[in-house]
């Protein structure tokens, strides 16, 4: 079982164009985590938060 998600996974579950685009998704997503106190790895999102922001994506789909 993943507990992190890379931009090649983001990429994919989003159909983003480019890896760029889903480095870009998962910083955001991280600069929400840093300001809520919590620690991040660079580059990865919590499965658990990326699918809060992403429910209509199925956890099934990764």
């Known amino acids: ?3 992190y998600y890379d ?3 983001v990429q994919r ?3 983003c164009g480019t890896v760029r685009t889903a480095q ?5 997503m991280n600069e929400e985590l840093k300001a ?4 991040v790895e660079k580059g990865k999102i919590p499965v658990k938060f990326f699918h809060e922001k992403y429910p209509y994506i199925s ?3 990764a």
């Open 36 to 39: 809520q106190g919590f620690w």
């Open 24 to 28: 870009m998704r998962i910083q955001f």
């Open 13 to 15: 579950l989003l159909c």
């Open 1 to 3: 079982m993943k507990h």
């Open 59 to 61: 956890q099934s789909e």
């Open 7 to 9: 931009s090649k996974d």
